[in-house]
């Protein structure tokens, strides 16, 4: 096998800088050289990378004969002359080098190094490549669908991505020869090889879609404050403009939903809240609630806690489904938010659910709270179905509730 074919192969199709492929031949070649002759001081090794092939040249000073003190520096006139009839004392003899001189053994042992280190290389290319791309959205397609990752070719590149089960939307589902998105998340080396991380969980892919989608955001005129995600199900995203002349939401929003129809899509027809920022905190957590329409909100700044009254009809619109609604504007606005039905609707015989900790455990209660529930009524309000599915109480813990607090009423009677 040839030393030059090798370059010639691993060359083509390597995103490998010109002067590096030099070096490491350079080098590869050197060390050849030095294991043949002891040193490679007198030795020029010249590298064609656009051709794809390489010289060796021996350089030493012609002397008379008899006089050669040092063989690798020096060769004598009739040695010169053998090489070439116009060589004379005092100048340099050029002699070049063949690579089967080097006897079959070496050159595999050398070929064997240089495709290691031209390996080496493309890994650190990789590497290096896709660190400084960190946030960006890649393409690619899929090539390998596995239990807990799938293996992505980068359309761009042809490198291969990895899209673990734990960066995909719930609901994802691919294919082999499918496209899909992501968002390059991380680049680390695992046992010396690059590895790259694709998400569509990770916040970055949506704020990337939103750019892609948004001219304000890209030209800066919208900036992105703050984004909050359950992927596949409901995102919230905190949007400001530099120009009062720019509705930040509208523009986000798109004439009838044309721009963020494209990205639910993507998302799995993820829910996304578009919010309009402020400083004003209570404005702030009122519109984190959306689309609950908030009647009073009490907050403390040290505590950051904020207490939120509602209508009683809009206690479910804010919690949410799951609760989704209420942890998302919990960490948008990073306040702990606790909903409240208005004081005013409560009814004359209505009792505080504090009041039954003799009966009722704290964290049931706690729980009911969670969902909106602070007082016996706005429980027994609720059917049990709809209770089991918006807490995670069992449905024997529910009945107990129910029971306790119906017996109340019926002992008033």
């Given at each position: ?103 079959r053994r070496a050159i595999m042992a050398a070929r064997q190094t240089l495709i290691s280190r031209i390996m080496e290389l493309e890994k650190d290319e990789i590497y290096k490549r896709y660190i400084d791309r960190v946030g960006d959205i890649v393409v690619g ?82 900036s992105i404050v703050k984004i909050v995600r359950l992927p596949g199900d409901r995102a919230k995203v905190a949007v400001e403009s530099y120009d009062d002349r720019i509705d930040p939401v509208g523009a986000c929003v798109g004439m009838k939903g044309s721009r ?113 529930c602070d007082t016996a009524r706005s429980v027994l309000d609720l059917k049990k179905e709809e209770l089991l599915r918006r807490t995670d109480l069992e449905e024997e813990t529910v009945d107990d509730v129910m029971n306790i607090l119906a017996a109340e009423f019926?002992?008033?009677?």
């Open positions: 096998m040839n030393l030059v074919d090798t370059f010639s192969e691993f060359k083509a199709g390597k995103n490998i800088d010109r002067p590096t492929m030099v070096r490491v031949l350079e080098d590869v070649f050197r060390t050849l050289i030095r294991k043949k002759y002891g040193s490679d001081d007198n030795f020029d090794v010249i590298v064609n990378t656009q051709k794809g092939d390489l010289e060796l040249w021996r350089v030493r000073e012609i002397v008379p004969d008899g006089e050669v003190t040092d063989d690798r520096s020096q060769i004598s006139i009739s040695e010169a002359l053998s090489i070439d009839e116009d060589y004379e004392i005092g100048e340099e003899c050029y002699e070049q080098l063949h690579l089967i001189d080097f006897g397609e899929v090539n390998q669908v596995l239990k807990r990752e799938m293996l992505i070719l980068d359309d761009a590149t042809g490198n291969e991505l990895l899209l673990p089960r734990s960066e995909m939307i719930r609901g994802d589902f691919f294919r082999k020869g499918e496209m899909v998105r992501g968002v390059i998340k991380q680049v680390e080396m695992k046992n010396n090889n690059p590895v790259v991380i694709m998400s569509r969980t990770d916040n970055t892919f949506l704020e990337k879609l939103l750019e892609q989608e948004v001219p304000e955001i890209e030209d800066g005129l919208i963020i129809h494209g990205i639910v899509r993507e998302l799995n027809n993820e829910n996304i809240d578009i919010v309009n920022y402020t400083n004003n905190t209570s404005l702030f957590i009122q519109r984190s609630l959306t689309p609950a329409k908030v009647t009073r909100i009490d907050f403390n700044l040290e505590t950051r806690r904020a207490e939120v009254f509602l209508e009683p009809d809009q206690v479910s619109l804010a919690i949410g489904k799951g609760g989704t609604n209420i942890k998302l504007a919990s960490a948008l606005t990073e306040f702990e938010i606790d909903v409240y039905r208005n004081v005013e609707e409560y009814e004359i015989d209505d009792v505080d659910l504090d009041e039954f900790t003799d009966e009722i455990e704290d964290w049931v209660i706690d729980a009911l709270k969670e969902i909106g019926e002992d008033e009677r």
